[in-house]
C-alpha cells in the first residue's frame, strides 16, 4: 500500500528550530516531485517548499532563508528542517506526492502538529 507518513511535529518555542520527515512507501519515489504544505484552522492550505525529483527547490515568501527542503531517494525520505521558527509557522504540516508523469497518482500525508509557542 501507499503510505506517506509524516513525523518529528510537536511544541518548540519561538526562535527555536524542528525537523520534519516524510517516509514513503509503496510508490517509485525516486520519479516523483515532492512537496511540504501547511494549514490552520480557517486558513486555506498553503505551499511551504517543493522539491522536484532532480533536487531543484521553491520556497514560501514567508519561509524563504528559514527552512530547507530536501529528499534522501536512497531511504525514500522527504525532510523539512525549520529553523527561526515564527508563531505564525504553527498549522498542521502536509508532505506531498506528484508524478513526474501525468500518468500516475497523487498522495497526501495525514500531517504533523507544529506549534510554535512560549
Known amino acids: 500500500q501507499v503510505r506517506l507518513v509524516e513525523s518529528g511535529g510537536g511544541l518548540v518555542q519561538p526562535g527555536g528550530s524542528l525537523r520534519l520527515s516524510c517516509a514513503a512507501s509503496g510508490f517509485t519515489f525516486s520519479t516523483y516531485h515532492m512537496s511540504w504544505y501547511r494549514q490552520t484552522p480557517g486558513k486555506q492550505r498553503e505551499l511551504v517548499a517543493h522539491?522536484?525529483?532532480?533536487?531543484?527547490?521553491n520556497y514560501a515568501d514567508s519561509v524563504t532563508g528559514r527552512f530547507i527542503i530536501s529528499r534522501d531517494n536512497a531511504n525514500d525520505t522527504l525532510s523539512l528542517e525549520m529553523n527561526s521558527l515564527k508563531s505564525e509557522d504553527t498549522a498542521v504540516y502536509y508532505c506531498k506526492a506528484a508524478p513526474a508523469l501525468v500518468f500516475g497518482s497523487t498522495y497526501w500525508g495525514q500531517g504533523t502538529q507544529v506549534t510554535v509557542a512560549s
Open positions: 522539491i522536484t525529483k532532480g533536487g531543484r527547490t
